[in-house]
């Protein structure tokens, strides 16, 4: 299955949700860095001997071999292996990067969209229209919108949800969307109210759950800080979306479920 993450406005914690689910996701699983604005991958990650990651390797080299009409299984060629043992594919360093590889990424989505016996999670960083990482988005079964509990957020949310909506009706294929909160764990009425919201309105939205907001573990998430968080508030809430996320992209037609 492909599941995609972005936000609808701002950092809401995209990237740290999407890597600690990708870390505690049940069976094999790759980490794809697609954010167009650049990366964070590369430059946060480690090798599993703590070394730098390569940056050249990932999304460029696997644009080099699309454009060459090489990419035909070749995705596990451009992995790196960070600390932890998850695969991932580095992002690229810069926006222009990005707007350089424009034209393949309809063959990158497919490609990604086709990676036997993987679940692939990518990061797509903020989710417009303009965005060259949308052929993804269209291509997954499940596009993740991370949000914070705030009035301007969930407004931005709903926005993006309509227009999603909207373009179901002029394009063969959307994803399924889900919705997660990064909130105080405290926070029992912000994922309620998003659930009111969206339902009062009728959006085709499901909301997934709640990422607590624990700021040490997403200093660890991002090697700000060394310390074990595998019992952390950030990675218990994060397994709890393993299961509503793979139930969405089933619904949707994924065809199996993680192992
Ligand atoms: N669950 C969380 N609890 C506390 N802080 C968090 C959490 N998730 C993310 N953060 C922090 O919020 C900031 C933004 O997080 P992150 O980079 O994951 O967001 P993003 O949406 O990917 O942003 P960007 O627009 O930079 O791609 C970082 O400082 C990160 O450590
Ligand atoms: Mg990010």
Do not use: Y
Not at 57 to 82: K, P, W, Y
Request: hydrophobic letters at 50%; charged letters at 20%; one cysteine or more.
């Amino acid at each position: 299955m492909l599941v995609a993450f972005g936000s609808a406005k701002g950092s809401p914690g995209v990237t740290t949700t999407a890597r600690v689910l990708a870390s505690v996701w049940p069976g094999d699983v790759v980490l794809v860095d697609a954010d167009p604005a650049g990366g964070d991958t590369s430059l946060l990650a480690r090798t599993p001997d703590r070394g730098a990651l390569d940056p050249e390797r990932g999304l460029l080299s696997l644009a080099a071999d699309a454009r060459r009409g090489l990419v035909q299984g070749g995705v596990r060629e451009h992995l790196q292996t960070i600390e932890g043992g998850l695969d991932v594919l580095c992002g690229v360093s810069t926006p222009e990067q990005m707007t350089g590889i424009a034209n393949v990424w309809p063959a990158l989505a497919a490609e990604l969209a086709q990676v036997q016996a993987t679940d692939v999670l990518v990061d797509c960083g903020r989710i417009v229209a303009s965005s060259p990482v949308l052929p993804v988005v269209m291509a997954a079964d499940v596009l993740v919108l991370v949000a914070r509990p705030r009035l301007e957020s969930f407004a931005h949310v709903r926005e993006r949800v309509r227009w999603l909506a909207h373009l179901q009706d002029t394009t063969a294929r959307v994803p399924a969307v889900g919705v997660v909160l990064v909130a105080d764990s405290r926070d029992k009425r912000s994922l309620a109210d998003l659930q009111q919201l969206l339902a009062h309105e009728r959006l085709p939205a499901t909301v997934l759950g709640q990422v607590a907001l624990d700021e040490r573990a997403a200093d660890v998430v991002a090697g700000r800080l060394e310390r074990p968080i595998a019992r952390s508030l950030l990675v218990r809430s994060v397994r709890q979306l393993v299961e509503p996320v793979a139930a969405l992209a089933v619904e949707r037609g994924a065809v199996r479920r993680p192992a």
